[in-house]
């Protein structure tokens, strides 16, 4: 799966801008809209520089830290089915890095400050693994193998360049081409239209027409600059205002249960698991989301956010979602780092109803989406949040829906579909990707290794729907009560394991039954304590001796044994003594007040006190006849 920062969010630019204009009405700001490019000098053949936009900046520096680090590439493998033109492909590829400057960008420092280089010009051999020779099932391995390791091969954002491509040959009429992008100049968005812009020129390359892609009104480098412009003065200080107070006080990071404890420092190592919900569940969920006048993307949130309320019992849950950041026209057919991260922050009350808990969701992300222009990296520099290597800053937890239409991807005389290939990598603790698809909603969990085990996810997965169930079932039921156990955990957890009846032999006590297992296993270990143990033959006899001697003592049938011990062999051997002298022993714990302790022995009527010589101190001897452990000699 790809980066989680890289998502498309669920509503289109025009969709976001007018969410914008109904939570702003008329206090919109006027934003100066000179978004125009910048000018070029290559006709010199001299590389230019620009500053970086804030999100790569952050990438930037997490790269100076770990330069190996492979969590910020964006891997793409494609099947082509039909006879592939490779020389097509490559200068169909050349052809669309010449288009967009940023796939001839290079970072480097220029005055202690990160910029953005971009050549003039960059030429991708198109590089061809030849895998023909191999069987069906060899190749598939190989493909898996390739794919993963194309996925985990780091960039050097230095020297470029910061695009990969390589087809796999399987025979005449198969192939698979595998894309990878680093995030610094990419985003899911832009991997599309890196694929549709390939397409065009190879169409025009192999009918020898002219590709009909119009030049660019602006290039990222464009964005960047515009972007340090106009985000500043009255404008930025609003943004930041409402972060600011809707992210007040310590960030509420997640302690969800875990199948291992927390590692000390993030090695971004995950995996993903996923299942396919029903269609009459989406529809359900669909239906839901337009009788509330919310959207599909506000519901499975909310709902998602009930999923870690009964898995933390935490109320103030903060969840981090991405956002495509193309709200205007000119950024629509660009390839490059758009996507911005937003924190949405809710309290979850057990008492209140799924729909009124909708209602909080919905309008926090109203609000979210009006004020969606702040960088996630400048929001993280403005709250300053305590660092901890071993988590994310703000968030550790976040969730996708893709419901974006795709176009199709039509090569003329070939046919190119998506190849699922695993990429053995995850940003966050959890990331709950929805995607629509035909057959119903698909719920893919991207979590950590590290933390989680597959099953444990794949359990979270069906808690998942079963709660969407009952959610679509009882939304006006409160959050605590609905069902978040599957029936078959619901019969092992509230019938199987509390049916605890067994048959017991009647009439005796627990001095009994030792005696009885002596007889079956007298070596076996029968009670530990620290580094001690004692087995049921040697537990059994010095039970005995205090047994007797408490009898000599006059310890019999309604006699009280006041019984003051630290926990330890020695608390057990007593216990077991006292029954086995037929009396009956009274707790008396040593660190309560010795007024307490008194008035136990007195209201008790106890004319024996059991102790162990360290305790004899603190306790009142005048009560009791006092006989200590230590003077009754363990049996040979």
Not at 41 to 58: D, G, I, N, V, Y
Not at 346 to 359: G, I, K, N, P, Y
Request: glycine share 4%; charged share 20%.
């Amino acid at each position: 799966m790809s980066l989680p920062l890289t998502k498309i969010a669920e509503l289109s630019p025009e969709k976001q801008e007018l969410l914008r204009q109904r939570l702003l009405k008329h206090n919109k700001p006027q934003l100066q809209s000179n978004l125009e490019r910048q000018p070029r000098h290559f006709a010199t053949e001299k590389a230019q520089s620009f500053p970086l936009s804030f999100a790569q900046e952050r990438l930037w520096f997490l790269h100076q830290f770990e330069p190996e680090s492979t969590a910020y590439n964006i891997p793409m493998a494609i099947s082509i089915q039909g006879k592939l033109n490779f020389a097509a492909l490559e200068q169909s590829l050349n052809a669309v890095i010449q288009r967009h400057e940023i796939l001839r960008t290079v970072f480097s420092s220029q005055d202690d400050q990160p910029v953005q280089i971009i050549l003039p010009e960059l030429s991708l051999p198109l590089g061809i693994v030849d895998l023909s020779h191999l069987n069906e099932g060899q190749q598939h391995a190989k493909i898996q193998h390739l794919a993963l390791s194309e996925a985990q091969y780091p960039f050097d954002l230095r020297t470029g360049p910061l695009l990969r491509s390589t087809i796999l040959h399987l025979n005449e009429t198969e192939q698979v081409a595998l894309f990878t992008m680093h995030h610094s100049i990419s985003d899911a968005w832009s991997m599309q239209v890196l694929i549709q812009e390939v397409i065009g020129s190879y169409t025009a390359f192999v009918t020898g027409t002219t590709a009909i892609l119009s030049d660019l009104p602006i290039q990222y480098a464009d964005f960047a600059l515009w972007q340090r412009q106009w985000l500043q003065g009255k404008y930025l200080e609003a943004q930041l205002a409402y972060w600011k107070e809707q992210l007040n006080g310590t960030p509420s990071l997640l302690d969800l249960p875990t199948s291992r404890p927390r590692s000390a420092v993030q090695t971004y190592r995950g995996a993903t698991q996923s299942i396919l919900l029903p269609l009459s569940l989406s529809q359900g969920l669909k239906k839901l989301a337009r009788q509330e006048g919310a959207t599909l993307f506000m519901v499975l949130l909310a709902a998602f956010k009930v999923l870690l309320h009964r898995y933390t019992q935490q109320e103030d849950l903060w969840v981090g979602t991405p956002i495509a950041n193309r709200n205007r026209s000119q950024l629509e057919g660009l390839i490059g780092f758009f996507v911005n991260t937003q924190v949405l922050r809710t309290q979850v009350m057990a008492e209140e109803s799924f729909r009124d808990f909708l209602s909080q969701v919905q309008r926090i992300a109203l609000e979210a989406y009006a004020h969606q222009d702040l960088p996630f990296e400048q929001l993280v520099e403005a709250l300053q949040p305590e660092r901890d290597p071993s988590r994310n800053p703000l968030f550790d937890v976040m969730f996708i829906l893709q419901n974006a239409p795709t176009q199709a991807l039509d090569f003329p005389g070939l046919s190119l579909t998506p190849l699922k290939v695993e990429n053995k990598t995850s940003n966050f603790d959890l990331t709950l990707v929805m995607a629509e698809t035909e057959q119903g909603l698909k719920a893919q969990l991207e979590y950590s290794t590290d933390l989680f085990d597959a099953n444990t996810i794949l359990r979270m997965l069906t808690h998942f729907q079963t709660l969407l169930e009952g959610i679509v079932a009882q939304p006006d039921q409160c959050l605590a009560r609905l069902p978040f156990l599957t029936p078959a955990e619901t019969q092992q957890q509230l019938r199987d394991w509390n049916n605890t009846d067994r048959d017991y032999p009647q009439y005796q006590g627990i001095h009994k039954l030792i005696e009885a297992q002596v007889e079956q296993t007298p070596d076996a270990v029968a009670v530990v304590f620290n580094h001690q143990s004692l087995t049921y033959r040697d537990l059994n006899n010095r039970a005995n001796q205090v047994a007797h001697t408490l009898m000599e003592k006059g310890v019999g049938s309604e006699v009280r044994v006041g019984l003051c011990m630290e926990r330890s062999l020695e608390l057990i051997i007593s216990v077991l003594g006292i029954l086995k002298a037929g009396g009956a022993y009274v707790p008396l714990d040593p660190n309560i007040p010795r007024e307490r302790l008194n008035f136990i022995l007195t209201d008790a009527d106890i004319s024996i006190l059991f102790t162990q010589k360290d305790l004899i101190s603190s306790l009142p001897t005048d009560k009791a006849q006092v006989i200590l452990i230590e003077d009754i000699e363990p049996a040979e």
